[in-house]
């Protein structure tokens, strides 16, 4: 199962700081680093979903498809 909830956490944080004026650079390089880096995980979280066996051969079939048009 991927898990959004922290990345959602940090997107809305950071779109909050970066649209305040309160909040120092520092924060919001900070903010965007930790959002950087949860994008990190949920793409390796999508990458590890096991798509099944079907897949390859869905793949295959398509390909040989386009082959006799």
Do not use: C
């Amino acid at each position: 199962m991927i898990n959004t909830t922290d990345f959602l956490n940090y997107l809305s944080l950071f779109e909050h700081a970066s649209k305040s004026k309160h909040f120092p650079v520092e924060i919001k390089i900070k903010l965007r680093g930790y959002l950087i880096a949860e994008l990190e995980k949920l793409k390796d979280q999508i990458n590890e979903v096991d798509l099944g066996e079907e897949i390859p051969e869905l793949i295959q079939g398509v390909r040989n498809e386009l082959k006799e048009l």
